[in-house]
């Protein structure tokens, strides 16, 4: 079983930024073994993909990255394989990225990707709120 924890969430005023972790544990889970991705959900509105780093496979190369229109140039994603940890780093936030942001991890079966179906294992999210 693989556990993700989220923490790093706030309230922070249009501009500014924030950084959120990842870590992720189990028996079986290595970071380095999972893309990993980030996903988004705002009241009332279906979770939306943020970002992705790819484990190596397939087409893929080994952290590669991919990003929603919406947050590109803004965000970056990167991970910590020592830690086991994936980070999103947050600059330039708008109101309207306020959301609950999830962590994701797709096990070496799937490979991550833009939708919420290409991953096995979740974190219970936590929230950001971008005051205007």
């Known amino acids: 079983q693989v556990q993700l924890v989220e923490s790093g969430g706030g309230l922070v005023q249009a501009g500014g930024s924030l950084r959120l972790s990842c870590a992720g544990s189990?028996?079986?889970?290595?970071?380095?073994?999972?893309?990993m991705g980030w996903f988004r959900q705002a009241p009332g509105k279906e979770r939306e993909f943020v970002s992705v780093?790819?484990?190596?496979?397939?087409?893929?190369?080994?952290?590669?990255?991919n990003y929603a229109d919406s947050v590109k140039g803004r965000f970056t994603i990167s991970r910590d394989n020592a830690k086991n940890t994936v980070y999103l780093q947050m600059n330039s936030l708008k109101p309207e990225d306020t959301a609950v942001y999830y962590c994701?991890?797709?096990?070496?079966?799937?490979?991550?990707?833009?939708?919420?179906?290409?991953?096995?294992?979740w974190g219970q999210g936590t929230q950001v709120t971008v005051s205007s």
């Open positions: 994701a991890a797709a096990s070496p079966l799937k490979m991550g990707g833009v939708s919420p179906d290409e991953y096995n294992y």
């Open positions: 780093i790819y484990r190596s496979g397939g087409s893929t190369n080994y952290g590669s990255t």
């Open positions: 189990g028996r079986t889970f290595s970071s380095y073994s999972y893309s």
